[in-house]
């Protein structure tokens, strides 16, 4: 399924997929050789070529269970890109209301 091309994604994975924290190196790999193929092949911008990749477009739509390792690394892909990153932070001041305050005891002086 390789396409020719890395396949990169700037948006979601600035540093790359190796180092993103979320995939393996082997699926690292497998998105930057065949990235390309399988996002075509998932849009519908491309058709299936052969055996393989009809199986790959069947598992991903969910017509097939998901076996191989390109549908399981393209779901996984998706998941991580779909899903809502929640961040936690230690203290939350609202500046706005703290700045009004201080201005309001400056103009009591």
Known sequence: MF?????FDDKHFPKGFARSGYFTIKEAQLLETS???MKALF?????????????FVDEVNGRRAAESQYAL????????INHKHVVYNLCS???????????????DE
Do not use: H, I
């Not at 849009?43 to 199986?55: A, C, F, L, Y």
């Open 3 to 7: 396409s020719g091309q890395k396949f």
């Open 35 to 37: 990235g390309r193929t």
């Open 43 to 55: 849009e519908g911008t491309m058709v299936p070529q052969d055996e393989e990749q009809q199986k």
């Open 73 to 80: 690394c393209w779901l996984k892909y998706l998941k991580e």
């Open 93 to 107: 001041t609202s500046r706005n209301g703290a700045a009004e305050d201080y201005s309001e005891a400056e103009a």
